[in-house]
């Protein structure tokens, strides 16, 4: 069955037949952060912390500072108040005369470098503090008590810099100029500059030397042309393989396997893309709080390069807890706990547990219960696979049925590339289900098997790249003597256009069908298709949209097709917005006749944050049930797909 997730905050549905309203589910991703003040901390934000005092100043001087600058240039102005300490800290107390001095003579440094980030190589920085400039300052100076400090910092930028003539030399000779943005006529910029040497460095390491590096990186300026003269020079170094791998910084979890894990086998052609994705790949275990993967100076006897990998173990343990409520499904309350490395190769279990509708119902065998037991081993078939194993036991009460489910599952996933994956298993499944057809028990065997293939470049806020999967589950239900299976597939596609590709288009579509049975009632009610809710159709209530029978009972389908289209706009680097239409259709039928098409509409708002963006979304069906439900609340935590 193809179900929505439960999103991570809420997911609330609004009705006709009663308001309601969401309290966000608090999710703790690792243990609780708890202060003397009684604060505590989640996804990095503080909760009810008390106002912390200041480190103490000795002996505070207060100053007032006066930075201008004659251009009228506000994207300078603003670099040269992010580049001035005296500007950032304008509000808080030096330690001492000496130590205001200090600080103005390190913010003259800083604006000249910020001068040469604009390509601006002729300019003058000039600091007085207390009306005498700072190199006439005594070395202990005295400043009047009992008034702030008077500082003026005067900037002349000068003209801006262009290129001039740009050699590339060594073994970075004959390499083409606008592959490092060095144009002669364009802005020479210092920062331009600097990322053209590293990105030289960096493509001959692509080349398999591991010892390459800059000779020469000279920019000479020419006040009269207004000009800067650039000489470029590389040393790549012989070609090299990988060579021995050590590890270093483990306490619990076996090197031998961190080291096989990262796929950096010996003998490999050496490459800095390699090491990127062995130190993400490593990450993705989540039992390091840091990955350091660093090469030898030099190269090794046998003409290999050998490398160290450096890590720092985290916690081990974590555990979690959340809650929602809202007037038509009551209160619900989840929790988990984990164990990362379980036997030293990074090992997880993970046992979960929710309880939902409390509070609707005064029957406390009426409330939704849901448990499981979920262990993984990484490496179980070798770096490149993933062995999973599932207990799962469920006591559910949606529209469309209730229904008791014990599931035990098995299986492995085998990466074939950086951006395909295969995985297959079996499942066994017991479900006592009462729903449209009556009270039923159904005992499933099934083989699900899956192949994805992810391009996108950030899972959860992808702005460039597609994502396309496609699964089939045969099945066999063994108390009715009935095959059938079901086949789905789906893909999301991305565009970002505009600066910082600000603009995103995104779109997803959606294809199901289930084969075989005998009719629908010989499917399990959790095996059939539905659409609704904030995965799918949004504006639509989970699982509302399905075939009915005569007295509107929700029956499941045999074949589905939804389609949602975005338009992400980014307002701010912190705000966007983000109009969008879901549209889909269930059929009683294996080919989808298209007959009751339901379609969405709404806006969203999504605020960034480091562990993606915060997501909130209003909908309303185009098409509503009679006496269905009139809109929907979505909240969560990354892109709605």
């Not at 031998?256 to 490999?268: E, T």
């Not at 539905?530 to 504006?539: A, D, N």
């Amino acid at each position: 069955m193809r179900k929505q997730k439960r999103l991570p905050i809420v997911s609330v549905a609004y009705r006709k037949v009663g308001t309601a309203f969401a309290v966000a589910a608090l999710s703790v991703c690792g243990p609780l952060s708890v202060s003397d003040a009684h604060a505590f901390k989640i996804f990095g934000m503080r909760f009810f912390e008390s106002d912390e005092e200041p480190a103490e100043v000795i002996d505070p001087v207060n100053y007032n500072l006066t930075l201008t600058e004659g251009t009228g240039d506000e994207d300078l102005k603003e670099a040269l108040e992010n580049s001035s300490r005296l500007f950032q800290d304008k509000e808080k107390p030096v330690s001492g005369d000496l130590g205001l001095v200090i600080k103005a003579r390190d913010d003259r440094d800083r604006l000249l470098a910020a001068l040469y980030e604009q390509a601006r190589y002729g300019g003058i920085v000039g600091v007085k503090v207390n009306g005498q400039d700072i190199d006439t300052l005594p070395p202990d100076p005295v400043f009047p008590d009992g008034a702030p400090v008077p500082v003026e910092i005067t900037v002349t930028p000068g003209p801006v810099f262009t290129l001039g003539d740009v050699v590339l030399k060594g073994d970075a000779a004959g390499r083409t100029l606008e592959d490092y943005d060095l144009k002669p006529g364009a802005r020479a910029d210092s920062t331009l500059i600097i990322k053209a040497g590293e990105k030289v460095v960096e493509d001959l390491k692509e080349e398999g030397r591991p010892l390459a590096r800059l000779t020469d990186r000279s920019v000479i300026a020419d006040h009269k042309t207004n000009t800067v003269d650039v000489v470029i020079a590389a040393e790549g170094g012989p070609v090299a393989p990988v060579g021995a791998i050590a590890v270093t910084g483990t306490k619990t979890v076996d090197p031998a396997f961190v080291a096989s894990y990262s796929r950096l086998n010996g003998g490999k052609p050496y490459s800095p893309e390699n090491l990127r994705k062995a130190s993400e790949r490593l990450r993705t275990l989540g039992v390091f709080s840091s990955i350091t993967i660093k090469e030898a100076n030099e190269l090794a006897p046998d003409g290999t390069i050998p490398m160290t990998i450096e890590v720092s173990e985290g916690k081990h343990r974590y555990f979690g807890a959340g809650a929602q409520y809202s007037t038509t499904d009551g209160f619900g309350v989840q929790g988990y706990w984990g164990h990362r490395n379980l036997f030293g190769r990074a090992e997880s279990l993970r046992l979960e547990g929710s309880v939902n509708r409390i509070g609707e119902t005064t029957d406390v065998g009426n409330l939704d219960y849901s448990a499981g037991l979920l262990f993984a081993k990484p490496g179980a078939f070798g770096p490149a696979s993933t062995f999973n194993a599932s207990l799962k036991a469920q006591l559910l009460d949606p529209d469309a049925y209730s229904a008791t489910i014990f599931t035990a599952a098995a299986g492995a996933t085998f990466e074939l590339s950086d951006t395909d994956t295969i995985s297959g298993g079996g499942e066994l499944s017991w479900a006592d289900v009462d729903d449209a057809f009556g009270k039923n028990e159904y005992l499933t065997a099934a083989i699900p098997i899956e192949y994805v293939r992810d391009t996108r470049d950030n899972k959860l806020n992808p702005t460039d790249g597609y994502r396309a999967s496609i699964n089939a589950k045969p099945s066999y239900e063994i108390n009715g003597q009935t095959f059938f299976s079901s086949f789905e597939g789906s893909a999301s596609a991305y565009l970002g256009l505009g600066e910082e590709n600000r603009f995103v288009l995104a779109g997803k579509l959606g294809v199901g069908v289930l084969a075989g049975g005998d009719g629908l009632a010989s499917i399990p009610a959790n095996r059939r298709f539905y659409l609704g809710g904030g995965g799918t159709v949004r504006g639509y209530s989970y699982q509302e949209i399905s075939p009915r029978n005569g007295d509107d009972d929700i029956l499941g389908g045999r074949s589905y097709v939804n389609a949602s289209v975005e338009a992400r706009i980014n307002i701010t680097e912190k705000i966007g917005i983000v109009p969008f239409i879901d549209a889909g259709t269930v059929s009683a039928k294996t080919a989808p006749d298209f007959s009751d098409i339901r379609a969405g509409a709404g806006i969203g708002i999504r605020y960034a944050t480091p562990f993606g963006p915060i997501r909130l979304d209003v909908a309303v069906p185009l098409n509503a049930y009679p006496d269905g439900t009139k809109y929907g609340i979505y909240a969560g935590i990354g892109q709605s797909f």
